[in-house]
Nanobody, 117 residues
């Protein structure tokens, strides 16, 4: 059974930082492209950042809105992908979802990030 379990969300003040983690099980993690998406209330789910598998050179991509503030990374030995979020803004408030994509796509249950003073 495939599971993606996110953690690390919470309430943070503007300008603060959070680190999200997504632990995978039930998949051969190394071959999967991994990504973080987010969905704010009333908005469509959007791609935040992605890191491709080692077969694809671990290529990294960021949404323009988070470039320079967020950093995605993966640890294939731990089957975990991370999202370091710095200089958070109220507009970053959303549910953040982990995604694994290879021959099939899998999603985590999401973790809430709220940026508010």
């Amino acid at each position: 059974q495939v599971q993606l379990v996110e953690s690390g969300g919470g309430l943070v003040q503007p300008g603060g930082s959070l680190r999200l983690s997504c632990a995978a099980s039930g998949i051969y993690f190394t071959v999967y492209d991994m990504a973080w998406y987010r969905q704010a209330p009333g908005k469509q789910r959007e791609l935040v950042a992605s890191v491709r598998s080692i077969m694809n050179g671990n290529a990294i991509n960021y949404a323009d809105s988070v470039t320079g503030r967020f950093t995605i990374s993966r640890d294939d030995a731990k089957k975990t992908v991370y999202l370091q979020m710095n200089r958070l803004k109220p507009d970053d408030t959303a549910v953040y979802y982990c995604n694994a994509n290879f021959n099939s796509a899998y999603w985590g249950q999401g973790t809430q990030v709220t940026v508010s003073s």
